[in-house]
Protein backbone atom coordinates (compact mmCIF):
# COMPACT_ATOMS: atom_id res chain seq x y z
CA UNK A 1 0.00 0.00 0.00
CA UNK A 2 1.25 3.42 -0.57
CA UNK A 3 -0.44 7.18 -0.51
CA UNK A 4 -2.57 7.96 -3.32
CA UNK A 5 -0.55 11.50 -4.92
CA UNK A 6 -4.12 13.06 -5.76
CA UNK A 7 -5.98 12.73 -2.67
CA UNK A 8 -3.35 11.68 -0.21
CA UNK A 9 -5.37 8.51 1.04
CA UNK A 10 -3.73 5.29 1.77
CA UNK A 11 -4.52 2.86 -1.42
CA UNK A 12 -2.87 -0.98 -2.39
CA UNK A 13 -2.91 0.06 -6.58
CA UNK A 14 -1.77 -3.63 -7.15
CA UNK A 15 -5.45 -4.33 -6.45
CA UNK A 16 -6.76 -1.55 -7.60
CA UNK A 17 -5.57 0.25 -10.49
CA UNK A 18 -6.60 -0.66 -13.68
CA UNK A 19 -5.51 0.01 -17.17
CA UNK A 20 -6.82 2.98 -18.79
CA UNK A 21 -7.86 3.40 -22.74
CA UNK A 22 -5.38 5.71 -24.93
CA UNK A 23 -6.69 6.41 -28.31
CA UNK A 24 -5.10 4.78 -31.03
CA UNK A 25 -2.94 2.70 -28.56
CA UNK A 26 -3.15 -1.23 -27.80
CA UNK A 27 -3.79 -0.35 -24.07
CA UNK A 28 -8.05 -1.68 -23.27
CA UNK A 29 -9.78 -0.58 -20.07
CA UNK A 30 -10.04 -3.30 -17.39
CA UNK A 31 -12.93 -3.84 -15.35
CA UNK A 32 -12.52 -6.20 -12.13
CA UNK A 33 -14.36 -5.91 -8.93
CA UNK A 34 -11.35 -4.55 -7.58
CA UNK A 35 -12.49 -1.40 -9.43
CA UNK A 36 -14.82 -0.66 -7.25
CA UNK A 37 -12.17 0.46 -5.17
CA UNK A 38 -11.04 2.47 -7.05
CA UNK A 39 -11.20 6.92 -5.89
CA UNK A 40 -13.15 8.78 -7.87
CA UNK A 41 -10.50 10.37 -9.87
CA UNK A 42 -8.92 7.15 -11.13
CA UNK A 43 -12.41 5.55 -12.23
CA UNK A 44 -12.40 4.17 -16.17
CA UNK A 45 -13.58 7.48 -18.03
CA UNK A 46 -15.53 8.05 -21.48
CA UNK A 47 -15.00 11.24 -23.35
CA UNK A 48 -17.46 11.81 -25.75
CA UNK A 49 -17.25 14.29 -29.08
CA UNK A 50 -20.11 14.81 -31.73
CA UNK A 51 -21.66 11.58 -30.94
CA UNK A 52 -24.56 10.30 -32.40
CA UNK A 53 -25.82 7.89 -29.59
CA UNK A 54 -29.17 6.82 -31.19
CA UNK A 55 -28.45 5.21 -34.27
CA UNK A 56 -32.73 4.97 -35.10
CA UNK A 57 -32.51 8.85 -35.69
CA UNK A 58 -29.81 8.10 -39.26
CA UNK A 59 -32.54 5.82 -40.47
CA UNK A 60 -32.15 2.98 -42.62
CA UNK A 61 -35.53 0.87 -41.59
CA UNK A 62 -33.56 -1.84 -40.91
CA UNK A 63 -34.27 -4.95 -38.19
CA UNK A 64 -33.08 -3.57 -34.98
CA UNK A 65 -32.22 -7.00 -33.18
CA UNK A 66 -30.21 -7.45 -30.45
CA UNK A 67 -26.69 -6.49 -32.36
CA UNK A 68 -28.28 -2.69 -33.08
CA UNK A 69 -29.12 -3.04 -29.50
CA UNK A 70 -26.35 -3.54 -27.57
CA UNK A 71 -24.49 -1.06 -29.76
CA UNK A 72 -27.25 1.89 -29.59
CA UNK A 73 -26.76 3.68 -26.18
CA UNK A 74 -30.01 5.02 -25.87
CA UNK A 75 -32.13 2.24 -26.24
CA UNK A 76 -29.76 -0.02 -24.05
CA UNK A 77 -29.05 3.10 -21.46
CA UNK A 78 -32.90 3.23 -21.39
CA UNK A 79 -33.45 -0.05 -20.22
CA UNK A 80 -30.82 -0.36 -17.72
CA UNK A 81 -31.92 -0.94 -14.07
CA UNK A 82 -31.32 -2.81 -10.99
CA UNK A 83 -28.16 -4.41 -10.67
CA UNK A 84 -26.00 -3.85 -13.93
CA UNK A 85 -27.23 0.20 -13.65
CA UNK A 86 -25.68 0.59 -9.99
CA UNK A 87 -22.79 -1.03 -11.33
CA UNK A 88 -22.22 1.51 -13.92
CA UNK A 89 -23.26 4.19 -11.47
CA UNK A 90 -19.81 3.40 -9.13
CA UNK A 91 -17.51 2.66 -12.30
CA UNK A 92 -18.09 4.85 -14.64
CA UNK A 93 -18.22 8.47 -15.72
CA UNK A 94 -18.95 9.92 -19.02
CA UNK A 95 -17.70 13.60 -20.38
CA UNK A 96 -20.17 14.21 -23.77
CA UNK A 97 -18.86 16.84 -25.57
CA UNK A 98 -20.25 18.75 -28.73
CA UNK A 99 -19.92 22.00 -30.74
CA UNK A 100 -23.03 24.06 -31.65
CA UNK A 101 -21.39 25.13 -35.28
CA UNK A 102 -21.63 23.73 -38.58
CA UNK A 103 -23.16 20.26 -39.20
CA UNK A 104 -23.82 19.74 -35.66
CA UNK A 105 -27.27 19.77 -36.35
CA UNK A 106 -27.46 18.12 -39.55
CA UNK A 107 -25.55 15.55 -38.11
CA UNK A 108 -27.86 15.46 -35.19
CA UNK A 109 -24.97 15.01 -33.09
CA UNK A 110 -26.45 18.32 -30.76
CA UNK A 111 -29.37 16.81 -30.30
CA UNK A 112 -27.95 13.59 -29.65
CA UNK A 113 -25.86 14.84 -27.15
CA UNK A 114 -28.08 16.46 -24.96
CA UNK A 115 -30.55 13.73 -24.78
CA UNK A 116 -27.80 11.21 -24.05
CA UNK A 117 -26.71 13.42 -21.41
CA UNK A 118 -30.11 13.71 -19.87
CA UNK A 119 -31.06 9.93 -20.17
CA UNK A 120 -27.70 9.11 -18.03
CA UNK A 121 -28.57 12.20 -15.40
CA UNK A 122 -32.12 10.76 -15.15
CA UNK A 123 -30.80 7.26 -14.34
CA UNK A 124 -27.89 8.78 -11.83
CA UNK A 125 -24.79 8.29 -14.24
CA UNK A 126 -21.55 10.21 -13.14
CA UNK A 127 -22.05 12.46 -16.51
CA UNK A 128 -20.78 15.56 -17.58
CA UNK A 129 -22.34 17.78 -20.92
CA UNK A 130 -20.09 20.58 -22.26
CA UNK A 131 -21.88 22.24 -24.71
CA UNK A 132 -18.96 24.47 -26.93
CA UNK A 133 -20.34 27.63 -28.97
CA UNK A 134 -21.45 28.35 -32.48
CA UNK A 135 -18.43 28.71 -33.97
CA UNK A 136 -17.10 25.33 -33.02
CA UNK A 137 -18.19 22.79 -35.59
CA UNK A 138 -18.72 19.30 -36.14
CA UNK A 139 -14.82 18.55 -37.39
CA UNK A 140 -11.82 17.12 -36.51
CA UNK A 141 -9.66 20.53 -35.44
CA UNK A 142 -12.87 21.11 -33.02
CA UNK A 143 -12.11 17.44 -31.41
CA UNK A 144 -8.30 17.75 -30.86
CA UNK A 145 -9.13 21.43 -29.23
CA UNK A 146 -11.93 19.74 -27.10
CA UNK A 147 -9.56 16.68 -25.78
CA UNK A 148 -6.81 19.40 -25.64
CA UNK A 149 -8.88 21.46 -22.96
CA UNK A 150 -10.29 18.25 -21.08
CA UNK A 151 -7.97 15.90 -21.31
CA UNK A 152 -5.21 17.03 -18.70
CA UNK A 153 -7.98 17.01 -15.85
CA UNK A 154 -7.84 13.19 -16.25
CA UNK A 155 -4.35 12.70 -16.39
Not at 46 to 60: E, H, I, P, R
Not at 69 to 87: I, K, T
Not at 115 to 138: N, S, V
Request: with cysteine; hydrophobic share 35%; glycine share 8%.
Amino acid sequence: PERCERCREIVDWRQAHPKIAVPHSREVIVLTESSARLHEHDRPLSLCFSGVYDVSVVGGGWERGDTAYFNNPMDYMRNAEGDHLDWLRRRCRLLLVCGQGAFEDSTRALQSTRDFAALLQAKGLPCELDLWGWDIPHDWPSWGAQLAHHLPRFC
